[in-house]
């Protein structure tokens, strides 16, 4: 624990280190209490350093020194200084080979960093810091060095053991031990490294590459995991192919690898050649995962793969370069996904996220640009910022420059730095080399913070025949930073004439061969576009794809929302217009009278779409989905949490009761017949149903309760299963869904991944996850502390998805959740500081909450021996 201050690091104050790894040679001897880390590192003085007499430093974190040794001489205690965090050896020649040994306790380690035990196998987690935890090291990701690993452990507990890799030899020892030693050719930083040991079955499977190179493809996970493996396999091998295709990037080892764990802080972790996954990120059946799991696992195992490109062969020079690798392999992840489905739907996916959860966090305390400036604590830069607003960045980049150039750009990225660890600006600069382009204005994307703001305002000249388009652009003041330049913004834009036609755009007068979608760049504060040819007033469809992420205001009536729902030929638009519609309805009705009425034009749109089978499918699938209540808030000044569900859960009763036969209709008609696909077309037909069946039972609907209950008792996969649970547990029909909770949790008890689902499902509900009903959830047998999956199914569905309950005047889930955050910092101080976040938004809401909220966060503040982790975020928000 902590003693003193955490000290903030700053971008500004990077020096290339002092001394450099060629190789590092380790040995695990793994036992129950406790694992001794022989290390010997070769290393010499950095050329590029100016620092010629630096002694060396090594990082360090809960280790226990058992001896130092240089050139094979050990040293005596007065030559070198054990600081805890830090091991100082004063005087080293320029070239050494140092031998550290350390011991550690992986079965203590609650903390998931470093080498922790998880169901009785080992296993690691290095990134960021976490090698630290395991020996002394330069703990940096800009030292890269080639590594070599030999585990022993005894046999019959752990026959299978991982590094990263290929495997050059293994033997027998004393006492029924054994080992295996890998080799990894591929220079890299520490925190690519990987080990695991335990009592795992193999699966395997092949694929051969682009250039004819068979590549051994791995799977390791509990015996009773081993029918779960097949998506995230069959996910792999297209991902190698698609990076192949897209990007050219082949793969180059002879083994990939991947293992599933029960407990691990994070989704999945990209250790070269040895990913190390979230056992809920990784494993599948029909039986047991809902098709957004498989949609999830597919995109993350894409993730992990794309990385060996995008992170390992080329890394991170430091961390406040870390979008450089998750920004570009969020994208790529996110193109993947698109081509293996529906373009339209993933970005609306892509945007709901972001505008919900992204957004909210540049416009709160923690709001940090892409490439932030400083640091406490660098586990909590693994942000939706970094993450998915750095994708957005890449993704504009791809946007101004074209596929054709973008691909350039990348290859020569990939060329140039192979090997290398380095930066966003390097980034930026090849795509600048590869096109042409001058992306000097469009670099302030990764240095300044907060979302911005175009005011868009429009007038139609029917005597000219010209509309004009006036888009203002502003960045709010986020913290520390103030006045900020207008940023290189590609808007993307279509107009429509009356009859719904999509107008060519001339820019200038006469060119009626136009374009009908421009991508228009904006640079400046203020640009007014003149289109011309123009008959009548058009409705102006905004922003299309989301072609950057920014808030649009334009003062859009009903009449032009409605048009552009059923007009707008971007499909991404006709749903945002749904969107923004039913946005401005339930606003309308916040606050409002019992008996307000309710736009009779929105139960027509939601008519026309639930009926009209000639529609996307998918796509009605996606804009029947109400905005969430986490939007609403998100667009909202001083939000009322009470008021805001109340009012959607109104709107939401209104048109269910409206169109009951119309849902029942849906219902029915997409009644799945045949077997179990997972294509994206059967996955809307079972959204489109299972929305059907949520909003029959929100109103008590009879017939929907027993197709509930039908549906819940026939179904064959999860999905199903799963949607008729969360319709029952959201009713009123408090007997059923006891009955079903029961019954569900009696056949799935044994899996893990689906009791984590039965969790969340309560948790996340008003009706049957009360503050009371979430103390019992944590008494359940089921419940463990020490698993993060858990923590995250109930503590963080209840303070995220279960707003309502969360937000209770009396500001009795504010104190849960204080509470629950403290117990958790001296565990597992990486989910606590994330467990807080719901309290960090304390701005956010109206005074009554704001300021219990404000006081519950004062309690975490005033907690004695607050990790560095929770210390960063408490702070940073009560400022
Ligand atoms: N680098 C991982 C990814 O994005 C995420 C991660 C970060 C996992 C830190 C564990 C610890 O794929
Ligand atoms: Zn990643």
């Given at each position: 624990?902590?003693?003193?201050?955490p000290?903030?690091i700053?971008?500004?104050d990077?020096?290339?280190?002092?001394y450099?790894?060629?190789?590092?040679?380790?040995?695990?001897?793994?036992?129950?209490?406790?694992?001794?880390?022989?290390?010997?590192?070769e290393l010499?003085?950095?050329?590029?350093?100016?620092?010629?007499?630096?002694?060396?430093?090594?990082d360090?974190?809960?280790?226990t020194?058992?001896?130092?040794?240089?050139?094979?001489?050990?040293?005596?205690?007065?030559?070198?200084?054990?600081r805890?965090?830090?091991?100082?050896?004063?005087?080293?020649?320029?070239?050494?080979?140092?031998?550290?040994?350390?011991?550690?306790?992986?079965?203590?380690?609650?903390?998931?960093?470093?080498?922790?035990?998880?169901?009785?196998?080992?296993?690691?987690?290095?990134?960021?810091?976490?090698?630290?935890?395991?020996?002394?090291?330069?703990?940096?990701?800009?030292?890269m060095?080639?590594?070599?690993t030999?585990?022993?452990?005894?046999?019959?507990a752990?026959?299978?053991?991982?590094?990263?890799?290929n495997?050059?030899?293994?033997?027998?020892?004393?006492?029924?031990?054994?080992?295996?030693?890998?080799?990894?050719?591929?220079?890299?930083?520490?925190?690519?490294?990987a080990?695991?040991?335990?009592?795992?079955?193999?699966?395997r499977?092949?694929?051969?590459?682009?250039?004819?190179?068979?590549?051994?493809?791995?799977?390791?996970?509990?015996?009773?995991n081993?029918?779960?493996?097949?998506h995230?396999?069959?996910?792999?091998?297209?991902?190698m192919?698609?990076?192949?295709?897209?990007y050219?990037?082949?793969y180059?080892?002879?083994?990939?690898?991947?293992?599933?764990?029960?407990?691990?802080?994070?989704?999945?972790m990209?250790?070269?050649?040895?990913?190390?996954?979230?056992?809920?990120?990784?494993?599948?059946?029909q039986e047991?995962?809902?098709?957004?799991?498989?949609?999830?696992?597919?995109?993350i195992?894409?993730?992990?793969?794309?990385?060996?490109?995008?992170g390992?062969?080329?890394?991170?020079?430091?961390?406040?370069?870390?979008?450089?690798?998750?920004?570009?392999?969020?994208f790529?992840?996110?193109?993947?996904?698109?081509?293996?489905?529906?373009?339209?739907?993933?970005?609306?996916?892509?945007?709901?996220?972001?505008?919900?959860?992204?957004?909210?966090?540049?416009?709160?305390?923690?709001?940090?640009?892409?490439?932030?400036?400083?640091?406490?604590?660098?586990?909590?830069?693994?942000?939706?910022?970094?993450?998915?607003k750095?994708?957005?960045?890449?993704?504009m980049?791809h946007?101004?420059?074209?596929?054709?150039?973008?691909?350039?750009?990348?290859?020569?990225?990939?060329?140039?730095?192979?090997g290398?660890?380095?930066?966003?600006?390097?980034?930026?600069?090849?795509?600048e080399?590869?096109?042409?382009?001058?992306?000097?204005?469009?670099?302030?994307?990764?240095?300044?913070?907060?979302?911005?703001?175009?005011?868009?305002?429009?007038d139609?000249?029917a005597?000219?025949?010209?509309?004009?388009?006036?888009?203002e652009?502003?960045?709010?003041?986020?913290?520390?930073?103030t006045?900020?330049?207008?940023?290189?913004?590609?808007?993307?834009?279509?107009?429509?004439?009356?009859?719904g036609?999509?107008?060519?755009?001339?820019?200038?007068?006469?060119?009626?061969?136009?374009?009908t979608?421009?991508?228009?760049?904006?640079?400046?504060?203020?640009?007014?576009?003149?289109?011309?040819?123009?008959?009548?007033?058009?409705v102006?469809?905004?922003l299309?794809?989301f072609?950057?992420?920014?808030?649009?205001?334009?003062?859009?009536?009903?009449?032009?929302?409605?048009?552009?729902?059923?007009?707008?030929?971007?499909g991404?638009?006709?749903?945002?217009?749904?969107?923004?519609?039913?946005?401005?309805v339930?606003?309308?009705?916040?606050n409002a009278?019992d008996?307000?009425?309710?736009?009779?034009?929105?139960?027509?749109?939601?008519?026309?779409?639930?009926?009209?089978?000639?529609?996307?499918?998918?796509?009605?699938?996606?804009?029947?989905?109400?905005?969430?209540?986490?939007?609403?808030?998100?667009?909202?000044?001083?939000?009322?949490?009470?008021?805001?569900?109340?009012?959607?859960?109104?709107?939401?009763?209104?048109?269910?009761?409206?169109?009951?036969?119309?849902l029942?209709?849906?219902?029915?008609?997409?009644?799945?017949?045949?077997?179990?696909?997972?294509?994206?077309?059967?996955?809307?037909?079972?959204?489109?149903?299972?929305?059907?069946?949520?909003?029959?039972?929100?109103?008590?609907?009879?017939?929907?309760r027993?197709l509930?209950?039908?549906?819940?008792?026939?179904?064959?996969?999860m999905?199903?299963?799963?949607?008729?649970?969360?319709?029952?547990?959201n009713?009123?029909?408090?007997?059923?869904?006891?009955k079903a909770?029961?019954?569900?949790?009696?056949?799935?008890?044994?899996?893990?991944?689906?009791?984590?689902q039965?969790?969340s499902?309560?948790?996340?509900?008003?009706?049957?996850?009360?503050?009371?009903?979430?103390?019992?959830?944590?008494?359940?047998?089921a419940?463990?502390?020490?698993?993060?999956?858990?923590?995250?199914?109930?503590v963080?569905?209840?303070?995220?998805?279960?707003?309502?309950?969360?937000?209770?005047?009396?500001?009795?889930?504010?104190?849960?959740?204080?509470?629950?955050?403290?117990?958790?910092?001296?565990?597992?101080?990486?989910?606590?500081?994330?467990?807080?976040?719901?309290?960090?938004?304390?701005?956010?809401?109206?005074?009554?909450?704001?300021?219990?909220?404000?006081?519950?966060?004062?309690?975490?503040?005033?907690?004695?021996?607050?990790?560095?982790d929770?210390?960063?975020?408490?702070?940073?928000?009560?400022?």
């Amino acid at each position: 624990m902590r003693t003193s201050q955490p000290q903030t690091i700053y971008l500004s104050d990077y020096k290339v280190p002092a001394y450099l790894v060629d190789t590092v040679d380790l040995r695990f001897e793994l036992f129950e209490d406790g694992a001794r880390v022989h290390s010997t590192l070769e290393l010499r003085r950095n050329p590029e350093s100016d620092e010629t007499a630096a002694p060396l430093e090594l990082d360090g974190d809960s280790l226990t020194l058992e001896s130092v040794a240089l050139n094979g001489a050990e040293l005596a205690a007065g030559d070198y200084e054990d600081r805890g965090d830090q091991l100082v050896v004063r005087s080293v020649p320029e070239q050494f080979t140092l031998t550290v040994v350390t011991w550690i306790e992986p079965q203590n380690n609650t903390r998931l960093e470093g080498l922790y035990k998880s169901s009785g196998m080992f296993c690691t987690q290095c990134e960021a810091e976490g090698f630290r935890c395991i020996t002394f090291f330069p703990d940096r990701p800009d030292v890269m060095a080639r590594f070599r690993t030999r585990i022993e452990a005894n046999k019959d507990a752990y026959p299978v053991l991982l590094s990263n890799g290929n495997d050059v030899e293994k033997g027998e020892l004393e006492n029924g031990r054994h080992f295996v030693t890998w080799e990894d050719p591929f220079p890299k930083p520490c925190y690519l490294f990987a080990l695991v040991a335990g009592d795992l079955v193999e699966k395997r499977d092949t694929f051969s590459t682009c250039s004819g190179r068979d590549i051994d493809l791995r799977m390791y996970v509990e015996p009773r995991n081993a029918e779960k493996c097949d998506h995230a396999m069959d996910s792999l091998k297209r991902s190698m192919r698609w990076d192949e295709e897209v990007y050219g990037r082949e793969y180059d080892l002879d083994i990939f690898m991947i293992v599933a764990v029960d407990d691990f802080n994070m989704g999945a972790m990209e250790n070269k050649g040895l990913n190390i996954f979230n056992s809920s990120c990784v494993l599948a059946s029909q039986e047991t995962a809902t098709d957004l799991a498989f949609q999830r696992i597919e995109a993350i195992v894409a993730h992990e793969y794309f990385h060996n490109w995008s992170g390992n062969r080329v890394t991170c020079r430091d961390w406040f370069q870390l979008s450089l690798k998750e920004g570009f392999t969020v994208f790529r992840d996110s193109q993947f996904s698109a081509d293996m489905g529906s373009p339209t739907v993933k970005r609306i996916e892509d945007v709901t996220l972001l505008r919900t959860a992204q957004f909210a966090e540049d416009g709160g305390p923690m709001s940090h640009p892409v490439r932030p400036a400083s640091y406490m604590e660098i586990s909590n830069f693994y942000t939706l910022t970094i993450y998915e607003k750095g994708a957005e960045v890449v993704r504009m980049i791809h946007t101004l420059l074209g596929p054709d150039m973008f691909r350039k750009g990348s290859d020569l990225y990939f060329k140039r730095h192979d090997g290398q660890a380095v930066t966003t600006d390097d980034f930026v600069k090849a795509m600048e080399d590869a096109s042409g382009r001058d992306l000097s204005q469009f670099r302030l994307w990764y240095e300044q913070a907060g979302t911005p703001v175009l005011a868009i305002s429009d007038d139609f000249d029917a005597e000219t025949g010209v509309y004009r388009l006036t888009i203002e652009q502003s960045i709010p003041d986020t913290p520390g930073q103030t006045n900020k330049k207008p940023q290189h913004i590609p808007f993307a834009l279509g107009l429509l004439g009356q009859d719904g036609q999509p107008l060519p755009l001339q820019l200038e007068s006469g060119d009626s061969g136009a374009p009908t979608e421009r991508v228009l760049e904006l640079t400046e504060a203020v640009h007014t576009f003149e289109f011309h040819g123009v008959e009548s007033r058009p409705v102006p469809s905004l922003l299309r794809h989301f072609s950057a992420p920014v808030r649009v205001r334009y003062n859009w009536t009903r009449e032009q929302l409605l048009f552009l729902m059923s007009h707008d030929p971007d499909g991404f638009n006709r749903w945002d217009a749904g969107q923004r519609l039913a946005v401005d309805v339930i606003q309308s009705l916040v606050n409002a009278p019992d008996d307000a009425e309710i736009d009779p034009r929105l139960v027509e749109a939601y008519r026309k779409l639930i009926s009209d089978a000639d529609l996307d499918q998918a796509l009605v699938a996606k804009m029947l989905q109400l905005p969430s209540e986490a939007y609403l808030i998100e667009l909202t000044d001083k939000a009322d949490v009470p008021a805001i569900h109340r009012a959607r859960e109104a709107v939401l009763r209104h048109l269910a009761g409206a169109l009951k036969g119309e849902l029942l209709g849906c219902y029915q008609r997409h009644q799945g017949s045949g077997p179990y696909e997972v294509t994206p077309e059967a996955i809307a037909r079972r959204s489109l149903r299972n929305t059907a069946l949520a909003w029959l039972l929100m109103i008590d609907d009879e017939e929907g309760r027993g197709l509930a209950v039908s549906q819940l008792n026939a179904a064959d996969n999860m999905t199903d299963r799963m949607g008729a649970l969360r319709a029952l547990v959201n009713s009123g029909y408090e007997a059923d869904r006891q009955k079903a909770l029961d019954h569900f949790y009696d056949r799935f008890q044994d899996d893990p991944q689906v009791v984590e689902q039965w969790f969340s499902v309560q948790a996340s509900s008003d009706q049957a996850g009360q503050l009371a009903d979430i103390r019992k959830l944590l008494e359940h047998p089921a419940f463990d502390w020490k698993n993060p999956n858990k923590i995250r199914s109930v503590v963080g569905a209840f303070a995220g998805q279960n707003l309502a309950a969360f937000h209770k005047p009396d500001g009795s889930g504010y104190e849960f959740l204080a509470d629950q955050v403290c117990r958790l910092d001296d565990s597992n101080p990486q989910i606590a500081a994330r467990l807080a976040t719901p309290l960090t938004r304390w701005r956010k809401f109206a005074p009554a909450y704001s300021a219990q909220m404000k006081s519950a966060l004062e309690r975490i503040r005033d907690k004695s021996g607050l990790s560095r982790d929770v210390y960063e975020v408490v702070h940073k928000s009560l400022a």
